[in-house]
């Protein structure tokens, strides 16, 4: 064993076998997998093996087709059959609301170039007979479904990271990790001891371990997981002699359940609402290649549910039963990245769906070590998405609960119960008896919208508008003709103070800095000129700023600014998360309601737009900003927590006059619809540039370099290939939710090509609708004859980031991507964007449709 090594991976499981050759096939040769044990001595060697496309996150789901699309390469390599089977694989709706989310779902596969069809229960049937079709309403087909051989699997990516010069070390523990004050990793084994650059945790069960080395409790939780074989079916046998395939794969929805042909037999495998966390506190290091007790009781109402839609099953005998630990993270996604407050700590864990994910982790990782980026937009697996809050047994429980819904739908409208509350705010308990329904923001209670007194506060779950849509009605329209009231909390709150604080806010920003007592709005961008942030920034004094921005990226964005902080010690920077909590008032009436709470001139003349103040609200010490979401007259007002109740009953009396209302977050983001404003990780995210996402009067090339500068200057200069446009859409009784696709009449204009969103698998048209070529996979394949992206003179080109119904206006409004040659085109009848299987007519509308001049917030 060496003992130098620029990155050494920690774990032999699938991931750490991908991560090991993605990193090898990027450049680093001196790199080194340590195992405890041997290959997939953890998860991966009981993996049923299943691999797919499909996943909510389209960015996920592009690095999960990355790694499908990958194994026939690393077999080529490695001399190491990966056993693939390519089967095709259906899902099964047996309820009218799974036939929404199967149309939603095939609708994001338009764009993302998957070849997803809508079929009927009998064509599902007749690939795999076993099943009674009556059962069912409708299913959709995926062709990129299968499943191979995980223990193959793994040694071809072993094989071939060693063929590309990487050192594999077997039998080998890692005890501890230690760091230098030059940043050098001490990689203590077993077997000694080696000097590391990098480290990178895919620990797999053992990850916590891991993170525990170096102080960091990770939200990490092995479930068990069960799956049985059944002995050889002669209805297997006879369809396999009869068509010369094997038999697909089947998700049942309401059984929970998964299943497919394993030899010839079946394998069937559930997500059963009893789950079971193994070794929920520590995980035993002595545990190796063996499986847990099987439980059939715990899983018996899910089979119950089998055996009546797939009728074949129930008098299959069975050969054996499976069950064994996965790890999983809160929301199911993986944990990939650098980890925020340590250098060179990388991890690429809870990783579930490892042989269908594994490759894009693989991939992602190696990019953002190699090159500072991982070269995808990966905010869906990034490490930075969960704070403080995301505790063990916060993990245990929501682990649970996204363990029994694997299956489940998730509704747009959806808050799930499980460890909650984690965070409140000193008003929550005022906001629950005001009748609020309450949502999680971050781990943090936050209002969405008020329910009636007398009624329960309590969203009905829809793809629809549903029964909180006449509320949020009446919170906008209120709001905007008089005055309102909500909760802000939930903003992430940073402090930039010192010598060096201006300097350094103006290397990192794209705007010029304001004066004191000054707003200045202000993107961030990254090296490569990609939209990284976006902030609200006032000049408190002169070497101290604040800071307001997206309270889910303050990880995300801690870890930044901790990159580039300056060596010298002259900016400090400080994170307030909830010891600094807010309200804002909005509306024509919020002017005169600040009036009666301050004692100082808050006209127009002395407290203009984009004006900060710190002054005393109600009687109680805060900062106030002139500037609001929802796009009208109004303010946000800080203050500490001890001081927020008495700020709320403040505002709720001196508003009693002017009919004041409290609104939710539901209500303000109809209203920021109105004003064509974008929002974080919807709109603007790392994989569009600044001027794609219409960000252009926010950026000043001719100020200070900053990071990302020559790359907007060059975006600025050859034109955005793509451009965010607000639209207007025809739709009927059901808003978009995001990632639907949206389509363009052919002949109507003349750019020239389109590549699809997020530039993974779909062919590119030429002006007449002709298909010119297929877009470059990430590893270098052509994906050409996608089905379903041209329908005769329509083709998809852009795709929608987020919407709603503008409840002021009237309008059902939706924000999107498309050809920057088209954003201009304000024509009726060029677009449509498709709603639950069904495209509706939408128009762009550049101006925004309330206030357009935006004199109302100036005024």
Sequence with gaps: MKSHAKAVVIGGGVVGASVLFHLAKAGWKDVMLIERSELTSGSSWHAAGGFHTLNGDPNVAKLQAYTVQLYKELEEISGQSCGLHLTGGVMMADTPERMDFLRLTHAKGRYLGMETELITPSEAKAMFPLMDETNFVGAMWDPVEGHLDPSGTTHAYAKAAKKLGAEIVLRNRVVELTQEVDGTWNVVTEQGTVKAEHVVNCGGLWAREIGRMVGLELPVLAMEHMYLLTEDMPEVVEFNKSTGREMIGVIDFKGEIYTRQERNGVLLGTYEKAATPWSPVETPWSFGHELLAPDLDRIAPSLEVGFRHFPGLEKAGIKQIINGPFTFAPDGNPLVGPVQGLTNYWTACAVMAGFSQGGGVGLALSNWMVHGDPGFDVWGMDVARFGEWATLRYTNAKVRENYSRRFSIRFPNEELPAARPAQTTPLYDTMVTNNAVMGDSWGLETPLWFAPKGTEPKDIVSFHRSNDFEHIGNEVRATRERVGVTEIA???????????????????????????????????????????????????????????????????????????????????????????????????????????????????????????????????????NRVTYTGDLGYEIWMAPAYQRLVYAAIKQAGQEFGIVDFGMRALLSMRLEKNFPTWFRELRPIYGIFEGSMDRFIKLDKNDFIGREQAAKEQAEGPKLRRVSFMVDAIDADVMGDEPIWAKAGATDYRTVEAPHGFGAPRYDVTGKKVCGSAAANGNDSSGIRGIVDGDWRVVGWVTSGGYAHYVQKSMAQGYVPAALAQNESEGLFEIEILGRRRPARINIAPPFDPSGEKMRT
């Design 490 to 624: 939930n903003f992430a709150k940073y402090e930039v103070a010192g010598p060096g604080a201006e300097d350094f806010l103006n290397r990192l920003m794209t705007n010029r800095m304001p004066k004191t007592g000054r707003l200045v709005l202000t993107p961030m961008l990254n090296e490569f000129g990609r939209l990284i942030g976006d902030f609200t920034i006032a000049k408190a004094a002169e070497e101290r700023f604040m800071i307001w921005g997206s309270s889910a990226a303050q990880k995300y964005h801690m870890r930044w600014f901790e990159r580039h902080l300056p060596k010298d010690g002259s900016v400090r920077l400080h994170r307030f998360d909830q010891t600094l909590v807010g309200l804002s008032i909005a509306g024509p009436c919020s002017r005169d309601l600040l009036a009666k709470l301050v004692d100082i001139d808050v006209s127009t003349k002395n407290f203009r737009f984009m004006d900060f103040r710190e002054i005393a609200v109600g009687g109680a010490p805060s900062m106030v």
